[in-house]
């Protein structure tokens, strides 16, 4: 989607460019780094995250490279769908789905997002309070 610069010389369109695949999430998708794999398909991975905030804290990662939320497009659904129902099979295996669980994407910086592929926390094991920020 294109973005809307202002400059002196009047309004500029520029496209966001996508990371290079380098992310931290990259190097873990291609087994360069080594993480706790929870699941992996061809189109999702899910690893630990290294700073729980939950007795069960799991990132899901689409292996596309889509650096946020903003970037999803119509064609990336079906990865949505896996990705949600990844969840629904976590909560299942781990005994928490009549429970319940959190999941949470962060869009871009002033929504947290601190590594820029799209991913989705999971977290379970505890009651969670209501409060978002």
């Not at 294109?2 to 996508?18: F, Q, T």
């Not at 990844?86 to 781990?94: G, K, V």
């Amino acid at each position: 989607m294109p973005s809307v610069l202002n400059c002196a010389e009047g309004i500029v369109l520029y496209y966001r460019v996508l990371p290079m695949s380098d992310t931290i999430f990259h190097k873990i998708i291609r087994k360069e780094i080594p993480a706790t794999i929870e699941y992996e398909s061809e189109t999702v991975i899910v690893i630990r995250d290294i700073n729980p905030q939950a007795p069960f804290h799991c990132l899901i990662i689409p292996k596309k490279t889509m650096r946020s939320i903003y970037d999803i497009t119509e064609e990336d659904g079906s990865i949505i769908l896996e990705m949600m129902q990844t969840a629904n099979r976590l909560a299942d295996e781990n005994g928490f789905a009549k429970d319940g669980f959190r999941l949470v994407m962060n869009c871009e910086e002033w929504g947290g997002q601190t590594v820029f592929q799209l991913h989705m926390h999971m977290l379970a094991g505890k009651k969670m309070s209501g409060g978002f920020a």
